[in-house]
């Protein structure tokens, strides 16, 4: 009797983590699967590259503008109210990214669609790690944890793939059709599993004001940086926008500090190894979202491979990352975080540094091997650093700090893509001007200076490596008290 009653919560479990991984691999997903289609949609609805951009831009925007006020918004009404509703606005958005701008023929409608959607996918999306930390026995957060941080990595990787081939093979429609039967299956299976929480501790009223600030501070930031390159960064709305975003970030910091219930707690920062962990997440997915956007046109600029076979080796780091989490995840408990980290923060060094050695003539097995070893480090770094966040707040801040490791992977994707082309231009640039170009040959010139610029680029993303491993060597992992059981004696505790 008691063996089936522990088979049967066991069994409750895996759905619960099957339920969370599904929640947020479409909502990362969702970041990045809609770019590759974007020239399609523009022929359709006959609109400018720039008009068209939104449909992915707008998405990311709101997400990071949300997902901070979703977080706390769990920690007072509960984590499973907010999952729920979040799905169901999630995948009613996505059918209505299908279906309507067609029935309606406006692009606006697919614009407004996808805001909807991207509400849906913040409230799903902040409150997954913090669900895992509640629900999940602290022996089996590590591989739970690893299995869900995995699922959000791979989603946001294997994006383009999967765009590519939908839009291909069936219609761009499909991007978002293909999030119906998940929405309805994760929902069903949500509802069932997920336990209900009361929330921690007694609340002095929403952060209205902060909500507000952080929303239009971050939106501002992003558009800013999404389109500086296109609009000119000299541009009025370009400085207006970045003007903004400084004004209400700046009021933020000053209003979360004095309110008595912050939407982000910043005190605790104060901790140097919750702040170095919350970098090292924050900066391992801001130089992944540069080389993720730079790969596909070395692959198929400098080495002439086609569009689907460019994929099909990209998939060689989805593959790489998925195994890495899997496995880091199954070891966390065994030899601890911090070490995980290291180990992983040197192969990322090992893997950008052959990614800066990349040439003309590099052959397709060492572009190969150089994304297994870069997918296998990304894997094995992001769910041990997402367990040491998550396990190092007490348990009023769970929604807020899940919230807080979810905006540290979508706002990093449009930072560190507008960051890698920025040094991917000032490379080609430094070639043009310094050596000579006009004596080479015209059929080269192309060639050399691109290559050029994926030098500088590839460069750059190992100094961020470096970062990444100097600040994985000094973080400690810590436990609240919160979560202590007698397994946990040799880990240090603090309060925070």
């Not at 997920?194 to 939106?219: E, Q, Y």
């Not at 290559?451 to 961020?464: H, K, P, W």
Request: glycine letters at 10%; a positive charge; hydrophobic letters at 55%.
């Amino acid at each position: 009797m008691e063996r089936s009653r522990h088979g049967e919560e066991s069994g409750n479990l895996n759905l619960l983590i099957i339920s969370i991984s599904l929640a947020v691999f479409m909502s990362s997903l969702d970041g990045t699967i809609v770019n590759i289609a974007l020239p399609t949609i523009s022929t359709d609805f006959n609109l400018s590259s720039s008009t068209v951009s939104w449909v992915a831009t707008i998405y990311l925007l709101v997400l990071a503008g949300c997902v901070l006020i979703f977080g706390k918004l769990a920690d007072r009404i509960g984590f499973k109210k907010i999952f729920l509703l979040g799905f169901i606005i999630f995948t009613l958005g996505s059918f209505s990214c299908a279906v309507l701008p067609d029935l309606l023929n406006s692009f606006y409608v697919l614009v407004g669609s996808r805001v909807f959607q991207a509400i849906g996918g913040a409230m799903i999306t902040a409150i997954a790690p913090a669900m895992i930390t509640a629900f999940i026995p602290m022996s089996q957060k590590g591989k739970a944890m690893g299995v869900v941080m995995t699922a959000a990595a791979l989603g946001t990787a294997i994006g383009p793939t999967i765009g590519g081939v939908l839009t291909q093979y069936l219609s761009w429609h499909w991007i978002f059709f293909i999030n119906v039967p998940v929405g309805i299956i994760a929902l069903l299976l949500g509802a069932k599993v997920i336990p209900k929480n009361s929330p921690v501790g007694k609340s002095a009223g929403f952060d209205k004001a902060g909500a507000m600030l952080i929303f239009v501070g971050l939106a501002a930031l992003l558009f800013a940086v999404s389109e500086g390159i296109s609009l000119g960064w000299t541009s009025p709305v370009i400085l207006g926008s970045l003007a903004l975003a400084i004004i209400t970030l700046g009021y933020f910091v000053l209003h979360e500090l004095r309110v008595t219930d912050p939407l982000l707690e910043l005190r605790l920062f104060r901790n140097k190894n919750f702040l170095m962990t919350n970098l090292i997440m924050a900066l391992v997915f801001f130089s992944f979202a540069g080389i993720n956007y730079l790969l596909p046109f070395y692959l198929q600029y400098v080495k002439g491979y086609g569009v689907s076979d460019s994929g099909l080796i990209l998939t060689s780091l989805s593959v790489a990352m998925m195994v890495a989490g899997i496995i880091s995840g199954m070891l966390y408990n065994r030899v601890g975080g911090r070490k995980l980290c290291i180990v992983a923060g040197i192969l990322l060094v090992i893997g950008y540094f052959l990614m800066t050695l990349l040439r003309i003539n590099t052959p397709t097995s060492f572009v190969t091997l150089t994304l297994l070893i870069l997918g296998f480090s990304l894997g094995l770094m992001i769910t041990p650093a997402s367990n040491m966040i998550m396990n190092s707040v007490g348990k009023q801040y769970q929604g807020m700090v899940s919230s807080l490791t979810s905006l540290e992977r979508f706002a990093p994707l449009t930072l560190g893509i507008a960051f890698a082309n920025l040094v991917f231009m000032q490379g080609i640039a430094t070639i043009a001007g310094h050596r000579g170009i006009t004596e080479t040959a015209p059929a080269k010139i192309q060639m050399e200076l691109m290559t050029a610029g994926f030098d500088l680029a590839f460069f750059a993303s190992l100094v961020v490596a470096v970062i990444i491993l100097i600040l994985a060597i000094f973080a400690k992992q810590e436990v609240h008290p919160d979560y202590l059981s007698g397994e946990d004696e040799d880990t240090k505790t603090i309060i925070l």
